[in-house]
């Protein structure tokens, strides 16, 4: 049963099966053991003396050799290790507990008590630890329970500072304000839905500062300080092997791998659990220079393509077509999954005349998206993309290497996508990335660059261009950054814009004036426009023609027009009797039943026949072919003329 | 169908702190009054940085009003401890917008769903089990769901799970925060028939925030328009959609492009001859009119003068326009609100 | 950016006094008597009562903080109890080794860092997987058990360097820097990988942003994205890794000082603690505070500078 495991219980479960993290558990688990039991491990008294066996080299009675006054050095080692593991333990229990205090009181309550505890953890940040631990465990008389305790207040302020983080964001949380709303006390409310977000990064740190606080004790003792002369803890050893390091420089051995191994398995744990953690895993965006070549897909199934490409539900068309801005034929974009390659975007074939506005449209996960970044050579790694053929603007990128195709970017075609604030790099001005897009696309002059910036600007409707130009990404409204990124769109006078979801997250007065210009755009510069939308209003209003995708699949295409009127697959249908009118206020909507397959659960047969009304037997026996509904009208549906015939599917909306 | 009021919003005022040191406090919202009615759904529509969620916050006891009255099944809950907090919560509960974050990612929903019982404590909490499995069932989930984590449901099902939380206490009213915004359109419009049927067959109303307007016309009986922490107008959500009065409603409502692209032509013609681009808009005055700026019948007045809330028909608008002497003749004389 | 600067520095006032206050407080801890453990155990009643007015010691503590806080204000940190030298002068002469050791770091570090994170973050595969590990095993290594490893090899072994003490850079440029390439290196290598880590982190990071997608799009090459766009979202978090290492040099040096013999704030610091002489601890504190203070405020102007959020903010 999937589910039933908490992501922290998942994390953890990820963080074991890295080979360097059992690795790590195995030593600190040997670590505690010895140094709980270490005359049970050690072979020999660690103090006992043997001046006839003075610094002999590793045997089979002492495995690690003797040291100066021929003492067993493994078994100084072992019982050396009580006492470091004691008092890094300690440091961290000190260090978790006062910070995890303050870091919630201070980042749950905010006010005074947030600005006395950002106060304490200045000053504690404003002293080097180590200075003040050296002062301590003088002034202490070298008690080294006082020592380590010291330490891990100094160690608290960073614990403060990332606990206070962690619940300030908490705090915000959608379900901490259902359970304030639900009357919930404070208290409870820490501990049972703030605090659980912070246990990941505080286990974390923890390691982290165990690391730490076993180098600083061993520092310590290295000084003669924190820890009886007479004891075998392992910065005396370290001191001891100095000594003799010109005649006998194995003794450095033996302590030098122990105190290694040992802050480095810490260092492991922290390290494999911050990257199990489930916010920690993102893709790069940045598309290699070489992509990967993929095996055929599992989930896909085998077509027989039909010469002119109808496979992937294209209007035929005349094999050359000059006044085709994009032809995509047969676009497969796969991804390495555990259960092997799975396709996202499954023989997919599209293609738009000059000028025309054609839109993408479908549900989340349809592929729409992912097949807008294949088209521009932007499938994030590990995807990996097959096509027939890929022709953009004349240029057949499909057999193109990476570096040809990165030139037609933003020369022959470009892109907007939908959140206008992340699409900017903070760190430069709206003039600076249009300048440097100028530069790299046109080879201007800065000058020339500046100033064909600030007619960019104003050509996507911005009024006071030089305000604009100075300012930076975070600055600017929604509306405003998406002006930005068409203007950056337009420095290389693209013959194809894809936009991706350009409006989604704009409201809906700013979504007409952005519509608007992008047809100003189409009409003043013949430019072609890809729109990918899940917004049937969105797409009635720009769209020339429209491509409907679900599962991976285009299942309709046709002029939006056609496509509205007689929808010729039930899938477009249900989403426009989706769509909540007006008119029919109090009715129930007529929602299809269930949701988009996943990739890997495709069938083989149509993929939509699960959720479908028209379904008939031979709907789910084998993949369903194109049909004509009219003229440059295709569906792949079996019932698609039927389908079609009935009347509108969506009430038309009356004129106001 | 009752007529009594169930939540009545007065004259209500929220402020957040200024940005900068010693700088002036924001005003979000800034003197809104509406009323809902017991089983009725009213729609708070209205663009970002309108105020709309805030005075969603504000209703449910998350933020402090800085002024104004917050009335609820006849109490005053303007401010509220923790007790007082725990008797509202008995009868009012909230469906937030984002369903990845409105479920605790590290507690079973079994958990979650039971928390507003524990709560109430007593009677309450006995046979939890069973009503937890009965709700999930109500909003079509499987059974096997209780014992499993958030992050293994589709948006859509936190989103049931979200409500049945909110249902697990018999609540009078759900405030509904960009409840569906979220959802892809099939999605939506499952979840949307699921509040509908619970409505009716539960009769608690809905306080239904969003962005769209089509939608909370859909859902709404009446309509309360914001814009920058103000009421535009408000009325029956029916006349709202087909005769707005106020010209920012009819901004909104000539912007919003409809399924059907005949339609649209015709409509995006009418709307790109009168449309004011909001690249030119000034700031909004500090008294007067907010929409000023952007408005295309602004007159000298709405510079100044703060427009009252004026009934036209069953409508109230907030517009000098509509104002006493500036009423134009075709509008029917005014009825008072019931 | 004026107004960030301004905060900083008022805030650096308060945090600064408490500091004082925290190093008196902690001399007032010393257990037994300060003049007893000057004296020795043999001195008499009256030798002991003449230190005690001497040091100021027969004065209720209050006034001794006050006259103690009023004196380091005007920039006197007292006088030594064993060499009877002025604190401030000591501290003068402790710095200028101190800070080459920090500086030089520092840099070292910075440089090596930023080279191999960006190279294993950009390549990756085995590359990153190589790097990533010597990283790890390198942050591991004890410093005090490596400079003897560095001292073995290079200075007893092929004698290229010498294995203790200071040249001061104005007697000699070459030997100042030969005196300080073990001491660097024993401190570089932990605080290089630190850094390294934080610069591989920060430029997968960075590479997973919005931005990175629009700027291929709009046909910037991937080599400008990467030197000019990655490069400078990553050095923000960079910056702040640079400075926490810088500030991990001062906890570093009183080891380090103390096996290369290197006559710097950390040897004040330990011969002062050994020997009871608070003033001159009190003082070598007050001076880590300090710089560990301008480190923090010159960590805040770089992000400031780097990062226009917050310089605008």
Redesign the interface.
């Known amino acids: 049963m999937t589910g039933t495991r908490s992501p922290f219980r998942a994390a953890l479960g990820a963080m074991v099966r890295r080979p360097a993290v059992v690795v790590a558990l195995v030593w600190v688990g040997l670590l505690v053991l010895i140094s709980v039991f270490p005359d049970f491990f050690a072979p020999y008294d660690p103090l006992k003396q043997d001046l006839s066996a003075i610094f002999e080299p590793p045997s089979a009675t002492h495995w690690l050799g003797t040291d100066n006054l021929g003492r067993d050095i493994l078994s100084r080692l072992i019982f050396g290790s009580t006492g470091m593991l004691q008092g890094a333990v300690l440091t961290a229990v000190v260090a978790v507990v006062i910070g995890v205090v303050l870091g919630l009181v201070a980042g749950y309550f905010g006010g005074w008590a947030d600005s006395a505890v950002s106060f304490y953890v200045n000053v504690l940040l404003s002293v080097p630890g180590f200075v003040i631990i050296v002062t301590v465990a003088f002034i202490s008389g070298n008690n080294v329970v006082v020592i380590m305790a010291s330490l891990g207040v100094v160690f608290s302020s960073a614990i403060a500072r990332l606990v206070r983080g962690s619940t300030q964001a908490a705090r915000n949380l959608l379900y901490v304000d259902s359970a304030r709303v639900s009357g919930l006390s404070t208290p409870r409310i820490i501990t049972r839905h703030v605090f659980p977000n912070v246990t990941g990064p505080l286990i974390v740190q923890t390691f982290l500062f165990l690391a730490q606080a076993f180098l600083i004790l061993a520092s310590l003792s290295f000084l003669g300080l924190g820890f009886d002369p007479q004891s075998p803890d392992w910065g005396q050893l370290v001191q001891q092997a100095t000594q003799e390091i010109n005649d006998h420089p194995w003794l450095m051995v033996p302590i030098g791998a122990a105190l290694i191994f040992t802050v480095l398995a810490f260092n492991q744990l922290g390290a494999g659990l911050r990257e199990s953690l489930p916010q920690n895993r993102r893709e790069s965006m940045l598309v290699s220079d070489r992509p990967r070549v993929a095996p055929k897909p599992a989930n896909l199934a085998d077509r027989a393509l039909t010469p002119d490409g109808t496979s992937g539900l294209a209007a035929p068309r005349e094999l050359v077509d000059e006044d085709l801005a994009l032809d995509v034929r047969d676009l497969t974009v796969s991804f390495p999954q555990d259960a092997g390659e799975i396709a996202v975007v499954d023989t997919v074939s599209l293609h738009a005349k000059r000028g025309e506005v054609l839109g993408l449209v479908g549900e989340s996960g349809c592929g729409k998206s992912m097949t807008a970044l294949a088209v521009l050579g932007l499938v994030p790694a590990p995807g990996a993309v097959q096509a027939a053929s890929v022709s953009i603007a004349g240029h057949v990128v499909s057999s193109m290497s990476e570096k040809d195709r990165a030139r037609l970017r933003g020369r022959t075609i470009a892109m907007i996508g939908q959140e206008p604030m992340v699409a900017l790099d903070p760190c430069f001005t709206a003039g600076s990335a249009l300048v440097e897009a100028l530069r790299a696309n046109r080879g201007m002059s800065r000058s020339e660059a500046k100033a064909t910036a600030l007619e960019l600007l104003t050509k996507v409707g911005i009024a006071r261009p030089m305000a604009v130009f100075q300012s930076y990404p975070h600055q600017l409204s929604g509306g405003m950054a998406q002006r930005v990124a068409i203007a950056l769109a337009l420095t290389g006078k693209p013959e194809i814009l894809i936009a991706d979801e350009p409006t989604t997250a704009l409201d809906v007065t700013i979504q007409a004036e952005i519509l608007d210009l992008l047809l100003d755009l189409r009409d003043s510069e013949g430019m072609t426009i890809v729109l990918v939308t899940h917004d049937l209003g969105v797409l009635a209003d720009v769209g020339d023609r429209v491509a409907v995708m679900y599962a991976g699949e285009i299942i309709e295409t046709g002029t939006t027009a056609d496509v509205f009127a007689r929808p010729g697959h039930p899938y477009t249908r249900g989403l426009l009797a989706a769509v909540p009118d007006a008119a029919a206020e109090g009715d129930r909507l007529a929602a299809l039943p269930g949701r988009v397959p996943l990739p890997r659960d495709w069938p083989t047969g149509c993929r939509f026949a699960e959720r479908c009304a028209f379904r008939m037997p031979a709907c789910t026996q084998a993949p369903v072919d194109a049909t004509i509904v009219d003229a440059g009208h295709l569906s792949r549906c079996l019932a698609a003329r039927e389908v079609a015939a009935i009347s509108p599917a969506h009430p038309s909306t009356e004129e106001r | 169908m009752e007529t009594e009021t169930l939540l009545k919003v007065e004259d209500l005022r929220v402020e957040y702190p200024g940005t900068g040191w010693r700088s002036a406090p924001f005003r979000a919202v800034d003197g809104v009054s509406f009323e809902i009615r017991r089983g009725e759904t009213v729609g708070l529509v209205g663009?970002?940085g309108s105020g709309k969620s805030t005075i969603g916050?504000a209703v449910?006891?998350?933020l402090e009003p800085a002024g104004g009255r917050i009335e609820f099944g006849g109490h005053d809950v303007t401010h509220r401890d923790?007790a007082t907090?725990?008797?509202?919560?008995r009868r009012?509960?909230?469906i937030?917008?984002?369903p990845y974050?409105?479920?605790?990612?590290?507690?079973?929903v079994g958990r979650?769903m039971v928390?507003?019982l524990e709560?109430?404590g007593g009677a309450a909490r006995a046979g939890a089990v069973e009503k937890v499995a009965s709700l999930l069932a109500d909003v079509g989930l499987p059974e096997?769901s209780t014992?499993?984590?958030p992050?293994?449901?589709?948006g859509?099902q936190r989103q049931r799970i979200?409500i049945a939380?909110s249902l697990s206490i018999s609540p009078q009213l759900i405030i509904c925060d960009e409840a569906v915004s979220a959802l892809?359109?099939?999605?939506?419009?499952?979840v949307?028939?699921l509040l509908?049927?619970l409505q009716r067959e539960r009769g608690f109303a809905y306080l239904f925030i969003a962005?769209?307007?089509?939608?909370v016309?859909?859902?709404s009986q009446r309509t309360v328009v914001l814009y920058r922490g103000r009421i535009m107008e408000q009325g029956p959500?029916?006349a709202v959609?087909?005769s707005p009065l106020h010209p920012y409603t009819q901004?909104?409502l000539?912007?919003?492009?409809?399924?059907?692209?005949?339609?649209?032509r015709?409509?995006?013609a009418r709307?790109?001859a009168t449309?004011v681009?909001?690249?030119?808009a000034a700031q909004p005055p500090a008294e007067g009119c907010p929409f000023a700026p952007r408005c295309p019948k602004v007159m000298s007045r709405c510079w100044t003068q703060r427009p009252e809330a004026v009934p036209v028909g069953e409508q109230v608008v907030e517009c000098h326009l509509f104002g006493p002497s500036n009423r134009p003749a075709w509008v029917p004389s005014p009825v008072v609100r019931p | 950016m004026a107004r960030l600067v301004v905060r900083r520095l008022l805030l650096a006032v308060p945090t600064l006094f408490v500091v004082a206050t925290f190093s008196f407080l902690l001399m007032q801890l010393v257990p037994g008597d300060p003049a007893l453990m000057i004296l020795g155990q043999n001195a008499t009643q009256s030798q002991i009562a003449d230190l005690h007015t001497q040091l100021g010691l027969d004065q209720p503590p209050m006034e001794q903080y006050v006259s103690w806080l009023g004196s380091a204000i005007t920039g006197d940190l007292g006088t030594s109890i064993i060499t009877g030298r002025s604190v401030v002068s000591s501290l003068s002469l402790a710095l200028p080794p101190t800070m080459s050791l920090a500086i030089l770091a520092t840099v070292v570090s910075l440089l090596l860092g930023v080279t191999f994170g960006m190279l294993g973050a950009v390549k990756g595969g085995w590359t990153d997987r190589a790097i990533q590990q010597v990283a790890g095993v390198g942050l591991a290594i004890p410093n005090f058990w490596v400079a003897y490893i560095l001292i073995l090899v290079f200075a007893l072994t092929f004698q290229l360097f010498p294995a203790t003490g200071y040249v001061p850079i104005n007697q000699d440029p070459v030997g100042w820097l030969k005196s300080l390439v073990l001491p660097v290196a024993s401190i570089a290598i932990a605080n290089t990988c630190q850094i390294l880590l934080q610069t591989r982190a920060s430029v997968l990071d960075v590479q997973s942003r919005d931005f990175i997608r629009t700027l291929q799009a709009t046909g910037i090459r991937r080599g400008a994205v990467l030197t000019k766009h990655v490069l400078r979202n990553a050095a923000i978090p960079v910056a702040v890794a640079t400075g926490i290492s810088f500030i991990g040099v001062f906890s570093g040096v009183v080891v380090i000082e103390a096996i290369f013999n290197t006559p710097g704030l950390g040897n004040l610091l330990l011969t002062g603690v050994q020997g009871a002489d608070f003033p001159v601890v009190q003082g070598t504190i007050v001076v880590f505070a300090i710089l560990v203070i301008l480190t923090n405020l010159a960590v805040d102007l770089a992000t400031g500078w780097l990062d226009p959020r917050v310089r605008l903010s």
Not at chain 2, 101 to 108: C, D, E, I, M
Not at chain 2, 211 to 215: E, F, K
Not at chain 2, 254 to 264: H, I
């Open positions: 663009e970002s916050r449910l006891g998350l923790r907090q725990r008797q509202v919560s009012l509960q909230a937030f917008q984002d974050s409105s479920l605790n990612p590290a507690r079973t979650t928390e507003p709560v109430q096997d014992d499993r984590y992050p293994s449901f589709s859509g979200a939380r892809d359109l099939v999605t939506r419009a499952q949307l028939n509908g049927d962005h769209d307007l089509p939608i016309t859909y859902v959500a029916r959609h087909e901004m909104l000539a912007a919003v492009p409809v399924p059907d692209p005949a339609v649209q015709v409509r995006r709307r790109r449309a681009s909001t690249g030119t």
